[in-house]
């Protein structure tokens, strides 16, 4: 039998392999921010059912963009082969919305809808039409108060 096998669970060496099978998509909640790291900005979070907190990249939807989660944020993460986490994005907890905790926006299949806490929001209808809404603060349009 080849010792260390690390396809064999009975002879590998734990410490020198990852596991067998890496975790799945996981729900975590967001503690606080972290500053940037490495290229990325990161969110510190506790993953459910684990005990230890974990400093997480967030992945952007697209260059150009990004977004660190307020704390108590829902977010899943996905784990990587060395088996630390990256966050790659927000999920809406049934709970959370039923008690008015968060909003899920309104959307059609193929829109695109970009928002935050406030509420305020830009959404891109399927025709291409742009609608920007402000709850209670001011729209800039390269750089002209409107």
Avoid: C
Avoid at 46 to 51: A, L, P, Q, R, T
Avoid at 59 to 77: E, R
Wanted: cysteine-free; charged content about 25%.
């Amino acid at each position: 039998m080849v010792k260390n096998n690390p396809s064999n669970p009975y002879t590998r060496d734990d410490t020198k392999t990852q596991k067998d099978v890496p975790m799945p998509i996981s729900k975590a909640t967001v503690l606080s921010a972290v500053s940037r790291r490495d290229g990325y900005h990161a969110a510190r979070i506790k993953v459910h059912g684990d005990e230890a907190p974990y400093d997480a990249p967030v992945l952007p939807f697209t260059i150009g963009s990004a977004h660190i989660p307020k704390p108590d944020t829902n977010v899943a993460v996905l784990f990587g082969p060395d088996d630390k986490p990256w966050i790659i994005g927000p999920w809406y907890a049934d709970d959370a919305v039923k008690d008015g905790k968060i909003d899920s926006p309104e959307y059609e299949a193929g829109e695109v809808v970009v928002g935050n806490h406030t509420g305020s929001h830009i959404r891109i209808d399927n025709d291409g039409d742009v609608h920007i809404n402000s709850e209670g603060g001011d729209v800039y349009i390269n750089g002209t108060k409107q």
